[in-house]
């Protein structure tokens, strides 16, 4: 496991990447860390039917994602994917839009429930609802790539309790026996929703897995970025090179209940829960930056500032966006004699 508290300036440096980069994954960290809490309040005021937070793993999303290719690599994201897929190339008015089930929703158009992430104009395939069924898409995607020659690499997303699930074997196996481009990231926090990891995982390890599938298994510190970026970049150039795919733990923390609909208290100590703010990965990056003399106060007050201004505006736009026509219900579902109904196209996007 990286050591999250090795000197950042060299380790960026060493790294390739520069103090605005560094910079600029905190930012994308702290803008997720804002949407997410946002939809809290929105969800408790009845705007939102439910959201599945995804404060804690910020860290592993933004440094993983980091290195793949807008516009040319593919990702299929699970329900916890806000950094991600923000880190990809959505919006905060995107990821809200959806939970709003707006009519120009970029994912679904208002049809899916909640934390279904998706938008084709970024290469982001819809979250399924099925648990782990995402994973077989990714390696679609990549068989796809290779298929055609295609230079592009495919990631998707999912927790330790989905790793236990039959598609998630299926998928790893395909994509080992074939070589495939595509990289697998397990967001380790845990639970299972309510079921802790010695329940739900043989042996504790999911990255162990990795050998039996043909590829590299490596465990990283969820807490630590650039640990994070350092796996995601390697596994997005073994990748290229065709040396198939890689598997990622990340081992992260669940800062909230499994969803507004989950109340941890239940199930979990809150000394547990209340020490685990001492590794919320936005405190540890920052402290890094700091340390390293990237980030000041200043710069500091400047991003929080940006982000708090950019989901504001992102919220009003969001709820002013109009709602689904019931016309267009069966728009995609039913057929009838003369084709497809017509679009009742929603004013906006």
């Known amino acids: ?143 796809g790539a290779w298929v055609r020659g295609e230079d592009s690499v495919a990631i998707t997303y999912f927790g330790e309790g989905t790793a236990n699930q039959g598609e998630v074997h299926e998928a790893m196996n395909f994509a080992g026996v074939h070589r495939l481009p595509v990289i697998f990231v397990c967001e380790n926090n845990g639970y299972a929703i ?12 999911v990255a162990a897995r990795g050998t039996g599938y043909g590829m590299p298994g490596i465990t990283v510190d969820g807490g630590d970025v650039l640990g994070c970026y350092a796996a995601g970049r390697e596994a997005h150039e073994r990748a290229r090179r065709g040396e198939g795919p890689t598997l990622i733990e990340a081992k992260v923390v669940r800062l909230t209940s499994h969803s507004s609909d989950d109340d941890q208290r239940r199930y979990r100590d809150p000394d547990e ?8 990965p936005i405190g540890v990056f920052g402290r890094q930056l700091r340390e390293s003399g990237v980030l000041t106060d200043g710069i500091e007050d400047r991003l929080r500032d940006e982000t708090k201004a950019e989901v504001n505006e992102a919220s009003k736009r969001a709820e002013a966006r109009p709602d689904p026509d019931t016309r267009n219900a069966e728009r995609f579902v039913y057929a009838d004699a003369d084709g497809a109904p017509d679009v009742i196209a929603p004013e906006g996007r």
């Open 1 to 143: 496991m990286t050591n999250a508290k090795t000197p950042t300036r060299s380790r960026h440096a060493e790294l390739g990447l520069s103090d605005d980069e560094v910079l600029a994954m905190y930012r994308q960290m702290l803008l997720a860390r804002a949407v997410d809490e946002r939809m809290w309040l929105m969800q408790r005021a009845g705007k939102i039917a439910f959201i599945i937070s995804g404060q804690g793993h910020e860290g592993a999303q933004v440094g993983v994602t980091w290195p793949m290719r807008k516009g040319q690599d593919w990702m299929a994201p699970f329900y916890r994917s806000i950094a991600a897929t923000l880190t990809f190339g959505m919006s905060a008015e995107d990821i809200i839009t959806a939970h709003l089930a707006k009519a120009d929703d970029v994912s679904s158009g208002g049809r899916q429930m909640p934390g279904h992430y998706g938008g084709a104009p970024y290469n982001i395939v819809s979250v399924s609802s099925p648990v782990g069924t995402q994973v077989l898409h990714a390696v679609g995607l990549a068989m």
């Open 273 to 280: 829960v209340a020490a685990l703010k001492e590794q919320d």
């Open 194 to 205: 309510s079921v802790p990891l010695d329940q739900q995982v043989g042996g504790g390890s």
